[in-house]
């Protein structure tokens, strides 16, 4: 199972969106592995309802960080201003 963290609360929790599940787990940052940001990929196991962290999903994270830069790089292409002109 996997999730995305999706921001940081406080300074002191990480919201980690599973993307199965649709659900949203609050986890203390001191409990993220090393390297762990906002859009970093996590490998998660779930044992009787509990979540836990069991790493960093690089590759995939990696993907994601490609599409998401891919997506902005298209949105800055598109022709900007007002599609009305002035009389």
Do not use: C
């Amino acid at each position: 199972m996997k999730g995305i963290i999706d921001r940081f609360a406080d300074k002191e929790l990480a919201v980690i969106l599973i993307e199965d599940t649709g659900k949203e787990l609050h986890f203390p940052v001191k409990n993220l592995p090393t390297g762990a940001a906002v859009g970093t990929i996590l490998k998660l196991s779930e044992v009787d309802g509990d979540y836990q962290i069991t790493g960093i999903d690089a590759e995939d994270t990696k993907k994601q960080a490609t599409h998401s830069a891919e997506l902005m790089d298209a949105l800055r292409r598109k022709k900007q201003g007002s599609k009305f002109k002035r009389n």
